[in-house]
């Protein structure tokens, strides 16, 4: 499957967002065309995993898979703990912060190819990834070719019950960056009416934030059965070509 270029290109290539990642805190923004802004927690992604991820972390199971893991406090925090698990982000300046905090990352977009598909225990869409694309089904049916069979998404949905498709531009109130990319936003019962051929598994709020976590369907065509164990290697998964970090044995 091809990446969509312009959210790729758009996060890889913000300037505001290597910033705000180098320097630990916002402002930073998604605005919408209309000039609505989302603001991001730049200053709760840059800090280290928090109770509420840390409860996030205890629910996954086997390998994880963080899926846009910015600068990376749940790798490092999976690290810490002995897990074996992987960051990808398309920019650079998260993929340098991760490896500083100690995790694994690689710099790669979901819809490009990906070490270990089809047996990844679990992905992880936080911190408003669901949205990635701005194709919910899209970006679903990518996760469930990611991971084993009977394999774990867990996902940060919007607080609100919302369920859009919008062009944003990534902006820190004095530059953006770039030209508009798709994104979504969706609340807890949008993602669940996408999740076509997922079981819903379980949902919650903690401190503000909203969960849903949905299991794929235990066989699947479009997914490789579970061979081997997927490892990461000892080598920092920093490369950006089609170099895996993710061994079999």
């Known amino acids: 499957m091809s990446t969509p270029p312009a959210t790729a290109l758009a996060w890889a290539t913000a300037d505001p967002y290597a910033?705000?990642?180098?320097?630990?805190h916002g402002p930073l923004f998604l605005r919408r065309t209309d000039g609505w802004l989302l603001p991001l927690e730049v200053e709760r992604w840059c800090a280290r995993a928090d109770a509420v991820d840390?409860?996030?972390?205890?629910?996954?199971?086997?390998?994880?898979?963080?899926?846009?893991?910015?600068?990376?406090r749940l790798v490092a925090e999976l690290a810490g703990r002995g897990r074996v698990g992987?960051?990808?982000?398309?920019?650079?300046?998260?993929?340098?912060?991760?490896v500083r905090l100690g995790g694994q990352a690689l710099r790669r977009s979901v819809f490009e190819p990906l070490p270990g598909e089809g047996r990844w225990g679990t992905v992880l869409l936080m911190?408003?990834?669901?949205?990635?694309?701005?194709?919910?089904?899209?970006?679903?049916?990518r996760v469930a070719r990611i991971l084993r069979p009977g394999g774990l998404l867990i996902a940060e949905t919007a607080p609100e019950d919302v369920d859009e498709?919008?062009?944003?531009?990534?902006?820190?109130?004095?530059?953006?960056?770039?030209?508009?990319?798709?994104?979504?936003?969706?609340?807890?019962r949008a993602l669940l009416r996408h999740a076509r051929g997922?079981?819903?598994?379980?949902?919650?709020?903690?401190?503000?934030?909203?969960f849903a976590a949905l299991r794929s369907r235990s066989a699947s065509s479009s997914a490789e059965p579970p061979k081997r164990t997927a490892l990461i290697s000892s080598q920092r998964a920093r490369n950006t070509s089609a170099g895996s970090p993710v061994a079999d044995r």
Do not use: Y
Not at 19 to 24: F, K, M, T, V, W
Not at 56 to 69: A, F, I, M, P
């Open 19 to 24: 910033a705000a990642l180098r320097a630990g």
């Open 198 to 210: 997922w079981e819903q598994t379980d949902q919650w709020a903690a401190d503000g934030r909203r």
């Open 86 to 98: 992987l960051g990808i982000d398309v920019s650079e300046a998260a993929v340098d912060h991760t």
């Open 165 to 188: 498709r919008v062009r944003v531009h990534i902006t820190d109130a004095r530059a953006t960056a770039g030209d508009p990319f798709p994104w979504a936003r969706l609340g807890t």
């Open 127 to 141: 911190d408003g990834n669901v949205g990635i694309g701005g194709d919910p089904r899209a970006l679903l049916d």
């Open 54 to 72: 840390r409860d996030v972390l205890d629910r996954c199971e086997g390998t994880v898979l963080d899926v846009g893991c910015g600068p990376g």
